[in-house]
């Protein structure tokens, strides 16, 4: 089963990401929680969420990938920083949509 705490999960992948309920309904409630953390400014919060559905959800069941993509533009130097355009991260589904994001940015 699952974790009560979502930090203690296990950081590898989730059987059961695209068909399992209880494992969906999991990585919907952490996108969620991930989404409202960066609504409320809490981008560190934001970040760790992301990066356990990084690890659990490698295959972007859940489509954590395009709010990563939408984090990393926020927390992005400048708004000009054209190595981050979210039009080019929605064009991408699945592993290759978490396989297109820079890898350990803030």
């Known amino acids: 089963g699952l974790p009560a705490v979502w930090r203690e999960a296990p950081r590898q992948p989730l059987p059961g990401a695209r ?3 209880r494992t969906r309904f999991f990585l ?10 960066l609504r409320l400014g ?5 970040r760790d969420a ?3 559905l990084r690890d659990v959800d490698p295959q972007d069941c859940v489509g954590a990938a395009m709010l990563e993509a939408v ?3 926020a927390e992005a130097p400048s708004p000009d920083d054209d190595d981050l355009d979210i039009a080019a991260y929605a064009q991408v589904t699945g592993a ?3 396989a297109s994001l ?3 940015r803030t």
Do not use: I, M, T
Not at 28 to 35: D, N
Not at 42 to 46: C, H, Q, Y
């Open 71 to 73: 984090r990393q533009r």
């Open 42 to 46: 809490d981008r560190s919060e934001a």
């Open 19 to 21: 068909h399992d309920a």
């Open 28 to 37: 919907f409630l952490l996108k969620g929680y991930a989404y409202l953390s």
């Open 50 to 52: 992301l990066a356990l």
């Open 102 to 104: 820079p890898v350990g």
């Open 96 to 98: 290759a949509a978490w």
